[in-house]
Structure formats: structure tokens, C-alpha cells
């Protein structure tokens, strides 16, 4: 996306200075981590046409099918894994407001908006559901996670579980 394509979606979008700022951050540096094997995933590097680089995953069971959906889902502006981490915070089971700084799988620019996305197989998500009422709750169209921060830079963005 080009600087003035980026300045466009965001004024269309109304977003908030400091969410730019996260933005602009995420579409110019190197994903905050890198993607490791482990616990059985296989991780893939994926060749993205629609980004003009290649995104990581850290497993090709539920990363890499997701990676598809962006990359071919016209809604989709552009895409990147593991982008600078998040403020998520949330009331823990124990009733204790607490926070985690989190590094989402994706962050994706979509035409109607941001998403931040958190890639589980859904037997896992369930269980989080359980483990953690507050931080991943169940929702109208699967599993969702924790709102974001009000300090967080992107706080405009929506959380999904996919």
C-alpha cells in the first residue's frame, strides 16, 4: 500500500492518531518475532503476492489456511504476522483485573477496518475459554479475545479468534 492509499484508508476509517502511528509501525518493520517449530507444528514461509513479501506461520493446520483467506479474500487490503505487540486487559478468573502484552498471529487491514487475529485450532480455543472466561470469550460468529486496552495504540482495532 502506498503512502497516500495508506493515508485514505485511514481518514476513510476515522482512525485515531495514536492507531496510525501503530499502523505505520506494524507495514514498515519486521515482524516482531520469528516463527518457531515446535509441539508438533510445522512452520511455513508463504510467498504473498498480495504483500509483495513473504509472511510467516507458525503452523500449516491453522496459520497457514488462515494466510489463504487473506491472501484471496478481495476484502483484504494486506496482511502481516506477528506485528508489534499488544495491551490486552481483562479480569482474570480469579476475579483479579490483570493484562498481558500479547503478539498477535496477524494483523490485517480489511476494507471495512483493522483486524488483529489470533490463529487456535478450536478445541483450543474452547479450552481458553474456559481457562480464561474474560481474556477469550464466546461470540455470534466463534471465539473472540479480550478487547484491547484503552491505552493501546490500535485500541480501534477488533480482536478475532480464527
Request: aromatic share 8%; with cysteine.
Amino acid at each position: 500500500m502506498k503512502e497516500t492509499q495508506f493515508e485514505d484508508y485511514c481518514r476513510r476509517l476515522k482512525l485515531p492518531d495514536p492507531g496510525i502511528a501503530y499502523l505505520r509501525g506494524v507495514m514498515t518493520s519486521d515482524p516482531a518475532r520469528r516463527v518457531r517449530s515446535g509441539g508438533g507444528n510445522v512452520t511455513v514461509r508463504y510467498p504473498s503476492r498480495k504483500n509483495g513479501f513473504v509472511v510467516q506461520a507458525e503452523s500449516r493446520t491453522v496459520e497457514l489456511p488462515f494466510i489463504y483467506t487473506q491472501e484471496y479474500d478481495d476484502a483484504v487490503l494486506g496482511y502481516f504476522d506477528q506485528p508489534t505487540p499488544i495491551t490486552l486487559s481483562y479480569v482474570a478468573k480469579s476475579g483479579r483485573r490483570t493484562g498481558a502484552l500479547h503478539t498477535p498471529d496477524f494483523l490485517s487491514l480489511r476494507e471495512d477496518g483493522v483486524e488483529i487475529i489470533e490463529c487456535k485450532a478450536e478445541d483450543e480455543l474452547l479450552r481458553l475459554t474456559e481457562d480464561m472466561p474474560n481474556r477469550y470469550q464466546r461470540t455470534e460468529g466463534g471465539v473472540g479475545s479480550a478487547r484491547l486496552d484503552k491505552k493501546s495504540p490500535a485500541a480501534t482495532a477488533s480482536v478475532t479468534g480464527w
